[in-house]
């Protein structure tokens, strides 16, 4: 069984502050580990996603994620927040089965402040 | 190049009621999985088709069922509606012999059941 726990519902920070999204898995085979952001009544858009190459992830919109394997997380960060970075933000894990079924946290809500 | 496509894009029901939706995959994805996700909550898996039949299941009633065309194009059938089935419903489209799940998300179905 597989598991994500995002720590903090809402995050708030201010335009050009660093913005760092929590979020711990639980597996018990080597996962995929993926981010997505939601923007209100919309679905859902890859950010980044890791595969077992890399621990560091570079996605888009200046976002990146690095998988720690013993401490379970992989966590999203990007160093200056933009205003169109506020949105819903949720981490999700598979398996490494071709197309195995995403299990996602509760997701963070994303405030950026002027 | 089109992306996942969901159809309709709002529906109101009435509790009892059957509803269906449907989902047109991105061009050159042959797999669909269907996700519900509930107001403030993370999406949950409901199941995936592949080569037209079910191939995973989440922990959904049987009132929940699907379908999958040749043209690799699906239906999320629900039957007898209850008030807590009113959600986003994502589909997401991906193919299967590339593996390490490279889903593309359509936009959702926003059901509200009354």
């Known amino acids: 069984a597989q598991s994500v726990t995002q720590l903090g519902s809402h995050v708030s920070v201010s335009e050009g502050a660093l913005v760092l999204l929590r979020c711990n898995y639980s597996?018990?085979?080597?996962?995929?580990l993926f981010w997505y952001v939601q923007y209100p009544n919309q679905g859902l858009q890859l950010l980044l996603k890791?595969?077992?190459?890399?621990?560091l992830v570079k996605g888009i919109n200046g976002f990146e994620a690095e998988f720690k394997k013993s401490e379970t997380s992989f966590h999203l960060t990007k160093p200056s927040a933009h205003m169109s970075d506020a949105a819903e933000y949720f981490c999700a894990v598979s398996d490494r089965t071709p197309n195995g079924k995403l299990t996602f946290g509760q997701g963070t809500i994303l405030t950026v402040h002027p | 190049d089109a992306g996942v496509t969901q159809s309709p894009t709002h529906l109101i029901k009435t509790r009892g009621q059957q509803v269906t939706l449907r989902c047109s995959p991105k061009s050159g994805h042959d797999t669909v999985s269907w996700y519900q996700q509930a107001l403030g909550q993370g999406p949950q898996f409901i199941f995936q088709y592949y080569e037209e039949e079910e191939r995973q299941r989440g922990n959904f009633p049987d009132r929940f069922s699907g379908h999958q065309f040749p043209n690799y194009s699906s239906e999320l059938n629900v039957n007898a509606l209850l008030l807590g089935d009113s959600a986003l419903y994502l589909c997401?489209?991906?193919?299967?012999?590339?593996?390490?799940?490279?889903?593309?998300f359509g936009s959702g179905t926003r059901l509200t059941v009354v």
């Open positions: 890791y595969t077992s190459a890399a621990t």
């Open positions: 597996s018990s085979v080597p996962p995929y």
């Open positions: 997401a489209s991906s193919l299967m012999d590339r593996g390490r799940n490279g889903y593309t």
